[in-house]
């Protein structure tokens, strides 16, 4: 017998699983989770930093943080299981007026969508959030007291499983491997059936309707798919002849030994000179920069010669942080799934019908899932959304020329 279902979902990432319990929790229960690995978060979610902020600096990130800092704050709550969200800060720290001006425009914009409590700091405020911070060349910086960390494996499993409690499928260790896709067929104006001559001709918009996904278990007849492949959604776009501009980037973490040289609390810091940016993980501090000579590609080795790039960054701007010791083979890196203007797609494909796009989040796919996940459920069971005007992040804002530029990407 065909298995069916109203909704695959390829992928059980954060992504997956967010999409997964915005369906299940508005009666759409009758959905399948297609996962190729044989655990979830094998994919980015388990490589994250697991960083929340509303310090973004368009509309439209600030609207999809809003909903999900507040999702976060009431997860364990609603969802059922903890997402151990922490709001322990995000500090910016500017080094030159650019850099501060920069803030200032953010700040206000942040307010004006009604993320009200973004502070400016002084010099002496920042050296008070971390007093082993160098400080001579800060010029100011903001601070948001609600960002802060949550912990990505589990707010994935609290999804995932108060999904499968409602009766969700999750199908671990299969691929999908195909996306059935029947042309969709339109009668030219004029022909007529007696005229012996087909005047059947395929249209272009939409191209097709989907009907189905090979996967290593055999065929699954679905109307609806969501691809939730993170980093391989273009490949999987691709399966049904659809073009996605998501490229994957690799990014590396270099968490210290056990460091007592930092307060036990304190708030991510970002360094807007070099980007390095560090927050305490446990015992220890886990440092991140984002090395500009990374080029795209599907690259999940670790780099040892990264340490030392990372150490003189932490070094410059906490003194201390030279005495840290670091073991490489505790560092790990993952993908980004960046697209060309740092903004999630989601939304219809533009000639497929019944594909839907939740890709492509450029290093913020944490922090949102729970706004991407609420946007794509509603977009398919109602066909809007009122947490964001969602026809911003559709893919045909390429085609289309309106690109959202993202320029607080860390
Ligand atoms: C080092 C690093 C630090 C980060 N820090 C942060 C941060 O601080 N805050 C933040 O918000 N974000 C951060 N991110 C980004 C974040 O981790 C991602 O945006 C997010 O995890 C994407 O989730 P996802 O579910 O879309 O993708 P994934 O977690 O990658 O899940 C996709 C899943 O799809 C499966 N899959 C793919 N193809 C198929 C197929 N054909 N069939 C079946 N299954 C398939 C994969 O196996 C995978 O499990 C970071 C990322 C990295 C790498």
């Not at 260790?173 to 491997?177: K, L, Q, R, S, Y």
């Given at each position: 017998m065909t298995e069916t279902a109203d909704v695959v979902i390829i992928g059980s990432g954060i992504v997956g699983s967010s999409v997964a319990y915005h369906l299940a929790e508005q009666g759409c229960t009758n959905v399948l989770v297609i996962e190729?690995?044989?655990?979830?978060?094998?994919?980015?979610t388990g490589k994250s930093m697991g960083g929340v902020r509303a310090?973004?600096?368009t509309a439209v990130n600030i609207q999809m943080s809003r909903y999900s800092i507040d999702f976060f704050s009431r997860f364990d709550e609603v969802?059922?299981?903890?997402?151990?969200?922490?709001?322990?800060g995000y500090l910016f720290c500017a080094t030159n007026e650019r850099h501060l001006e920069y803030l200032k425009a953010n700040q206000e914009r942040q307010t004006s969508m009604?993320?009200?409590?973004?502070e400016l700091v002084s010099r002496e405020e920042i050296a008070k959030f971390v007093?082993?911070?160098?400080?001579?060349d800060i010029v100011g910086g903001t601070f948001c007291p609600t960002d802060g960390f949550v912990d990505p494996h589990s707010v994935m499993m609290g999804f995932m499983l108060n999904a499968r409690a409602r009766g969700v499928r999750l199908w671990l260790?299969?691929?999908?491997?195909g996306i059935d896709v029947e042309p969709t067929l339109t009668r030219t104006a004029?022909?007529?059936?007696?005229?012996?001559?087909?005047d059947i001709q395929p249209s272009h918009h939409p191209t097709g309707r989907l009907t189905g996904v090979m996967t290593t278990r055999g065929f699954v007849s679905t109307p609806i798919v969501v691809?939730?492949?993170?980093?391989?959604a273009a490949e999987v776009a691709l399966m049904a002849g659809a073009e996605l501009p998501v490229e994957p980037l690799r990014r590396q973490l270099v968490p210290t030994e056990p460091?007592?040289?930092?307060?036990?609390r304190f708030p991510m810091v970002?360094?807007?000179?070099?980007?390095f940016h560090f927050r305490r993980e446990g015992k220890g501090i886990l440092l991140a920069w984002n090395d500009p000579e990374e080029t795209s590609g599907f690259k999940t080795d670790f780099d040892p010669s990264f340490v030392e790039k990372i150490l003189t960054h932490a070094a410059y701007r906490v003194?201390?942080?030279?005495e840290a010791e670091v073991n490489p083979r505790r560092a790990w890196a993952g993908l980004y799934e960046m697209t060309p203007d740092h903004h999630a797609i989601i939304g219809?494909?533009?000639?497929?019908?019944?594909l839907y796009f939740a890709n492509?989040?450029?290093?913020?796919g944490v922090m949102h899932s729970p706004a991407s996940g609420r946007i794509t459920a509603d977009l398919i069971l109602?066909?809007?959304?009122?947490?964001?005007?969602a026809s911003q992040l559709s893919v045909d804002r390429f085609a289309e020329g309106r690109l959202l530029d993202e320029t607080a990407v860390l």
């Open positions: 190729r690995e044989a655990h979830q978060g094998k994919g980015s310090q973004f600096s969802v059922g299981h903890p997402a151990d969200y922490r709001p322990h009604g993320v009200k409590n973004v007093p082993q911070l160098r400080v001579d260790d299969t691929a999908v491997t004029g022909a007529s059936p007696a005229s012996g001559v087909s691809n939730a492949a993170g980093p391989w460091f007592d040289g930092l307060p036990q970002i360094d807007m000179s070099t980007g003194p201390a942080l030279a219809r494909a533009p000639n497929i019908e019944g492509g989040f450029s290093g913020h109602h066909g809007c959304s009122n947490v964001i005007d």
